[in-house]
């Protein structure tokens, strides 16, 4: 069974003070994974996808990096706009239907207080 | 407008009650996804469809229906809606292919049942 863990559950920066998020994954071949930026009340939104050990995103002040075991968010000099749920999911290879489904962590809540 | 409308934003409805929750998409995606989103349990998949007469269950299916009448449309309907089935739900799609950029969410459905 694929299983995603995320943590910290809640994290509470001050602005500017750069942190990371982690990520970790168990699946059977991994195909992509996934982050999203999740804000009260909206539809998760796409940020980056990973698919390989070593790769690396970034997209103004965030960095997603990812092994073969885990995934990390890097937020360097938040602000409080990047105040939201941010999301993991991971893909797998295994063939069929099923290899399109994502499988999602419960996310972590970052606040970036001014 | 949005490329993933769901409808109605908000409902409370009764114990006992059908209710449908319905989604469109100007993505031109063939694959759409149902999910329902619980404080601390994360995204969770209901059903899935590929293409109009492509109806898959997730992880989730039980209490729950849908309907692809078109490529655009996907609906999800509870027969007959209890308390637990409150929660935020969300449709989403994927391109058909291998999903480079994942999901587009929707701004979901905040539905109570009462």
């Known amino acids: 069974e694929d299983q995603v863990t995320q943590s910290p559950e809640a994290l509470r920066l001050q602005e500017g003070e750069s942190s990371s998020l982690n990520c970790s994954y168990t699946?059977?071949?991994?195909?992509?994974l996934f982050w999203y930026r999740q804000d009260p009340g909206k539809g998760p939104e796409f940020l980056f996808t990973l698919y390989s050990a070593g790769e690396e995103k970034e997209k103004e002040r965030l960095k997603a990096t990812l092994t073969k075991k885990e995934s990390f968010l890097h937020i360097t000099a938040p602000k409080p706009e990047d105040s939201a749920t941010y999301l993991c999911?991971?893909?797998?290879?295994?063939?069929?239907?099923?290899?399109?489904?994502?499988?999602f962590g419960k996310g972590t809540k970052l606040s970036v207080i001014p | 407008d949005a490329d993933v409308t769901q409808t109605p934003r908000n409902r409370i409805t009764k114990t006992g009650k059908r209710i449908m929750l319905e989604c469109s998409q100007t993505k031109g995606h063939d694959r759409m996804y149902w999910y329902r989103q619980d404080p601390g349990l994360g995204l969770r998949l209901i059903y899935y469809s590929f293409d109009v007469k492509d109806i898959n269950k997730g992880e989730i299916s039980d209490g729950y229906s849908v309907s692809r009448q078109a490529q655009a449309k996907f609906s999800l309907s509870l027969e007959s809606a209890i308390p637990n089935q409150t929660a935020l739900y969300f449709c989403a799609t994927s391109e058909n292919d291998r999903g480079y950029y994942g999901y587009t969410f929707g701004s979901g459905t905040r539905l109570t049942v009462v």
């Open positions: 999911a991971v893909r797998a290879s295994y063939s069929g239907a099923g290899s399109y489904q994502l499988t």
């Open positions: 699946v059977s071949g991994l195909r992509g």
